[in-house]
């Protein structure tokens, strides 16, 4: 079994640039989400996709986007980057059955460092 | 509105002794509650869960977490430390048919050999 994997593990950006972070989720699992950990604190949720739509958002501008494929995969793209964006993306799969409390499974994360 | 709230941003015990890491939550629905742990350069573990069954839950080495809802806590224990349960330990709350986590900001836990 394949667990939740995400590329890259680290990378550098200048302010205004664009990024684009990857995660594919485990065998079996359908909804992917996306949380922001900045340093010293604890994730914040992004976003999650079921089924390649957007099932909820959290408190994020709209320069945060993504998109899940068919495979369930998911990318997370930010805009404009800002150096408050610098934090550990961390990607978490898990396999929607209804009534919520389905476990995640998380990535090791991309840490993405903004200049 | 969720939120968690943890008490003590770093906890430190003596390999051998019972480890206490608190969490208060603050929901309007009832709750799903979580303890994640989190190694160095690495995601999140699932340590264990509560979704309204037996309060007294039991996790993965040796953890376990009680669900009290008068006092509305999940505090986190284990009768006797590790060296290796040096990590950060994260408190979550969701609700019913909701897998979205509000996350507390991390109880950074040091064993002292």
């Known amino acids: 079994e394949t667990g939740v994997t995400q590329s890259p593990t680290h990378l550098i950006k200048t302010r205004g640039q664009q990024v684009t972070l990857r995660c594919s989720s485990q065998s079996g699992h359908n909804t992917v989400s996306w949380y922001q950990q900045a340093l010293g604190q604890g994730p914040q949720f992004i976003f999650q996709y079921y089924r390649e739509e957007e099932n909820g958002r959290g408190n994020f501008p709209p320069r945060f986007s993504g998109l899940q494929f068919p495979n369930y995969s998911s990318e997370l793209n930010v805009n404009a980057l800002e150096l408050d964006d610098s934090a550990l993306y961390l990607c978490?799969?898990?396999?929607?059955?209804?009534?919520?409390?389905?476990?995640?499974?998380f990535g090791e994360g991309s840490r993405l460092t903004v200049l | 509105a969720q939120s968690v709230t943890q008490l003590g941003s770093h906890v430190s015990v003596s390999e051998g002794a019972l480890v206490l890491l608190r969490c208060n939550y603050s929901s309007s629905v009832p709750p799903y509650l979580f303890w994640y742990v989190q190694y160095p350069n690495q995601g999140l573990q699932l340590l264990l869960k509560y979704t309204s069954a037996a309060t007294l839950v039991k996790g993965i080495n040796d953890f376990e977490a009680e669900f009290k809802k008068s006092e509305t806590s999940f505090h986190l224990t284990k009768p006797s430390a590790h060296m290796s349960d040096a990590a950060e330990y994260f408190c979550?709350?969701?609700?019913?048919?909701?897998?979205?986590?509000?996350f507390g900001t991390g109880t950074r836990l040091t064993i002292i050999p």
């Open positions: 979550a709350v969701s609700s019913f048919g909701n897998e979205k986590l509000t």
């Open positions: 978490a799969s898990s396999l929607a059955l209804g009534g919520g409390a389905g476990e995640l499974f």
